[in-house]
């Protein structure tokens, strides 16, 4: 897959591409059905498929802080686009000069010009350019004048609720893990890199791998059964909470902490991936430091019995 960042660094491809555009974010089941039916199209009309997306996403430019949480980050998000047959990633960085780009503009300059597209695909209640004023309509008239075909996504159901990830979103907040995972294809997980903490965990005997969400609102929070993987090729049980530490420190920012069972070595700096199975309680701010032990003892001996039970299964 070739990662482009950037209109600036866009070559126009000569004989054309397929496109759909979005955030995409979570690649849950509903777009890979789009991607892999764009990749079929890709095949059948001998082009290449072209993902459009976008960093930051629209919501967060316009609301900030209170944009909807992020199911993952861009990382993430191209990690995933990998395992699937997408021949370019182009990420597009939505600024005030984008945010203000006429959807005449967009179409012409960018989908036209620049990507010169034969076959794109999006939602029938796609908006885009200045004032949202570009839509389905729009796109459909441009096609036929300029010779490309534009197709709608659909909607992909499962057990009778429409496929999105605010679904998802909604689910992770609910502790509602196993839904969370029906509707991704995959357990829901974050990576990141294991950074260097305060170190308190370890003092009162649970030392942590921490991992930075730099976010202030996100899908999940509490102390939840995981596992981990990254490190040696193996994956290691243990239990995570994600939250602000209201105990230690109250800080604003999300970290997620993770504490491995029968696990010493050192690992700053890691890219890990922390796989989240079940919820074992909200994150709740405790009296001291010697409370707080008392239930990580509790959370870990639960952990343990739900790690157990899965292997039963």
Request: glycine share 8%; aromatic share 8%.
């Amino acid at each position: 897959m070739h990662l482009i960042r950037g209109l600036s660094h866009l070559e126009s491809f000569k004989n054309g591409c397929v496109l759909t555009i979005g955030n995409f974010d979570g690649l849950h089941l509903g777009h890979q059905v789009v991607i892999r039916k764009l990749a079929q199209r890709g095949k059948d009309m001998g082009l290449p498929v072209v993902i459009m997306t976008f960093e930051p996403q629209p919501l967060e430019y316009f609301l900030n802080d209170n944009a909807p949480s992020r199911l993952m980050c861009l990382r993430e998000k191209v990690i995933e686009f990998t395992k699937l047959p997408v021949d370019n990633l182009l990420i597009v960085s939505f600024n005030r000069d984008f945010a203000n780009c006429d959807a005449e503009q967009f179409i012409d300059d960018i989908l036209i010009d620049k990507l010169n597209v034969k076959h794109l695909v999006v939602g029938d209640d796609f908006h885009f350019g200045k004032a949202r004023r570009g839509n389905f309509a729009m796109l459909k008239g441009k096609g036929k004048a300029h010779g490309f075909s534009v197709e709608d996504t659909g909607s992909h159901q499962l057990a009778g609720f429409r496929i999105s990830s605010t679904l998802i979103r909604d689910a992770l907040s609910a502790g509602d893990l196993m839904a969370a995972e029906q509707l991704l294809g995959r357990r829901y997980s974050v990576c990141g890199r294991v950074a260097h903490g305060a170190k308190r965990g370890r003092s009162i005997g649970f030392p942590t791998a921490n991992i930075k969400m730099f976010r202030k609102n996100t899908p999940i929070n509490g102390v939840f059964a995981v596992t981990m993987t990254g490190i040696d090729d193996l994956e290691f049980q243990g239990v995570a909470n994600v939250g602000t530490r209201p105990t230690v420190d109250g800080s604003s920012n999300v970290l997620l902490e993770t504490h491995l069972f029968d696990f010493d070595k050192e690992i700053y700096g890691r890219y890990v991936e922390v796989h989240f199975y079940q919820k074992i309680r909200d994150e709740i701010r405790f009296r001291s430091l010697d409370e707080l032990k008392d239930q990580i003892l509790k959370d870990v001996a639960d952990t343990k019995k739900i790690f157990a039970e899965i292997k039963r299964l």
